[in-house]
């Protein structure tokens, strides 16, 4: 099996940074994509950004030029950089990736993390 934890929430002003770590751990045997979703209340759960393994990127609209997504292969770690914060980006971040574990060397997975809550203020 494959666990997410993710840390770096918090509270910050409008237009403030923040940076979002995810490690992933288990039985690892490759991970393709990694990304980060995020969930306001009364909303769906949207797809903020995403990483491939090679280190191709795409982003939601709404975040294109402030949030930059990294990954550290070697790590099994994605990051997720949030500069000009705005309070609509107030939500938990989860982390995600597609993986394969040594318990079932056939198949990719989706696995999450428990999400971490990022606050914006006016």
């Known amino acids: 099996q494959v666990q997410l934890v993710e840390s770096g929430g918090g509270l910050v002003q409008a237009g403030g940074s923040l940076r979002l770590s995810c490690v992933a751990s288990g039985s690892i045997l490759s991970i393709n994509a990694m990304a980060w979703y995020r969930q306001a209340p009364g909303n769906q759960r949207e797809l903020v950004a995403i990483?491939?393994?090679?280190?191709?990127?795409n982003y939601v609209d709404s975040v294109k030029g402030r949030f930059t997504i990294s990954r550290d292969n070697a790590k099994n770690m994605v990051y997720l950089q949030m500069n000009s914060l705005k309070p609509e980006d107030t939500a938990v971040y989860y982390c995600?990736?597609?993986?394969?574990?040594?318990?079932?060397?056939?198949?990719?997975?989706?696995?999450w993390g428990q999400g971490t809550q990022v606050t914006v203020s006016s």
């Open positions: 990483i491939t393994s090679g280190g191709m990127t």
């Open positions: 995600s990736c597609n993986a394969m574990s040594y318990s079932d060397i056939r198949n990719y997975y989706d696995y």
